[in-house]
């Protein structure tokens, strides 16, 4: 019996969460066909939904004709609403959120995406619910049940800032039996431990950030640490490259598989054992791929993601253009098959006494800054990072500049120089992608 899975399930049932039957309906479903309907039947559940209580989408709606069409074809109906950007969130917050919200458990999320402009949302408690199910779902998929060991090379600032992870979180962690390393301090000493760690204790799974474990694998190379076979690597918040994944996998002995997700959405897709591509849970969100005129591009060619989240009823995000790009397969497995995602570019930060920082420590630093348009952060030197800032109509307060200030020294050291540039452009790379973050420290 998995003790820990049944302990962890009753106490989530006592704090009234409704993941866990979820979760089991979803792991059930996944192993049977799933209907063909399933995504269909909740789209028209959604579109429903913010003709009523929505009314950003209730006056373009109103304008469409509705009778019949959303039952009949809720694809066809989503595909003659307007595409959803960040800036439209912005300009239209009050008038995204659903009228029934003081009926809801929600809170306010927020989130920088691909593109380094962060923005403010409201999710529920339902969302979260479906959202666990899902990323639990695709752990199980790969070979992990919960309650088995899990290792997690993940970014924790709480641990950072605080020096602990508090007695909350490290009691969910016993329940779920996850390890945690954090990627935001990579130092040799803690990077020969976690080796050492993974090669006495094998876990079912580890789950890391994709330039995290890499830059992991590369120093058990360098430091010609041999490792013992592990069972199986997903990856996240950041693009897997195959040179990553052939090394990560030749050096960890394993399986390696993508997964793809954002704060906006939750977890979108992942790489299943003997399928190609990333299989998107037809629960969770529907995908379209689009071109620069956002016009639909057939199937295996390249485009903008657009993302319609299933789950969110609190403020519906629906045709949201993420920032990312990718490619849909013509195959449906029970499901949308992504083939290819190639979107966040994070780079590792360096300090002078060796230790690697994860990109994504630096973008939590500008997460819920109401006056950050989009953002762009450098590593100049050991010593110097310049932030380069578009502003909002909003206006800053000097405390959080030093705030800021103050977090990058803790992570770079004291001597460490932040410059912030406040411009009104921040360019692409030469291939055309979005980088948020670069280090120029060899």
């Not at 399933?38 to 559940?45: I, P, V």
């Not at 989408?57 to 009949?72: C, F, K, R, T, W």
């Not at 598989?257 to 954002?262: A, C, E, I, Q």
């Not at 590792?348 to 819920?368: N, P, R, S």
Request: aromatic share 14%; glycine share 6%.
């Amino acid at each position: 019996m998995n003790i820990r899975k049944y302990l962890y399930f009753n106490y989530a049932y006592s704090r009234k969460y409704n993941f866990p039957q979820i979760y089991n309906k979803f792991a059930k479903e996944s192993f049977s066909n799933i209907s063909f309907d399933t995504t269909k039947e909740l789209l028209t559940k959604l579109l429903i939904h913010c003709h009523k209580y929505v009314p950003y989408y209730a006056q373009v709606m109103d304008n469409l004709s509705y009778e019949g069409i959303i039952q009949q074809n809720p694809e066809r109906y989503l595909y003659r609403l307007p595409i959803l950007t960040k800036d439209i969130i912005r300009a239209n917050f009050e008038q995204l959120k659903s009228l029934d919200l003081a009926q809801r458990q929600w809170y306010f999320n927020t989130s920088g995406g691909s593109t380094g402009e962060p923005i403010k949302l409201i999710q529920d408690a339902e969302y979260n619910d479906k959202s666990t199910a899902v990323n639990l779902l695709y752990s199980y998929l790969v070979g992990r049940e919960l309650g088995e060991p899990e290792v997690r090379l993940w970014g924790s600032e709480k641990d950072v800032f605080d020096g602990t992870m508090g007695w909350k979180a490290n009691f969910f962690n016993f329940l779920r039996n996850t390890t945690y390393m954090n990627a935001f301090q990579m130092t040799p000493e803690r990077m020969r431990y976690f080796l050492k760690f993974l090669n006495t204790k094998p876990p079912k799974l580890i789950v890391a950030y994709a330039q995290a474990i890499y830059e992991l694998a590369k120093f058990a190379e360098d430091e010609k640490i041999k490792l013992v076979p592990q069972k199986a690597i997903i990856t996240s918040a950041g693009t897997l490259y195959a040179w990553m994944r052939q090394k990560i996998e030749t050096v960890f002995q394993c399986k390696v598989f993508n997964r793809y997700g954002s704060r906006e959405v939750s977890d979108v897709a992942c790489e299943k054992p003997g399928q190609q591509g990333l299989w998107v849970a037809p629960w969770g969100n529907y995908i379209e791929i689009v071109d620069d005129d956002n016009n639909h591009v057939p199937a295996g060619v390249e485009g903008n993601i657009l993302i319609t989240s299933l789950t969110n009823f609190a403020m519906p995000l629906i045709r949201y253009k993420i920032g990312d790009r990718g490619t849909l397969s013509p195959e449906y497995k029970s499901g949308q098959i992504l083939q290819q995602v190639s979107g966040r570019n994070v780079d590792i930060f360096k300090t002078q006494g060796g230790t690697l920082v994860d990109g994504e420590y630096f973008t939590h630093l500008l997460y819920f800054k109401d006056w950050v348009h989009k953002f762009q952060i450098i590593q100049k030197s050991y010593l110097e990072i310049t932030i380069k800032i578009i502003k909002s109509n909003s206006d800053y307060l000097t405390e959080e500049l030093d705030d800021i200030i103050a977090k990058c020294k803790l992570m770079m050291g004291k001597d460490c120089v932040v410059n912030f540039e406040f411009v009104n452009h921040i360019p692409v790379n030469n291939s055309g992608k979005y980088r948020y973050t670069i280090s120029e420290v060899i």
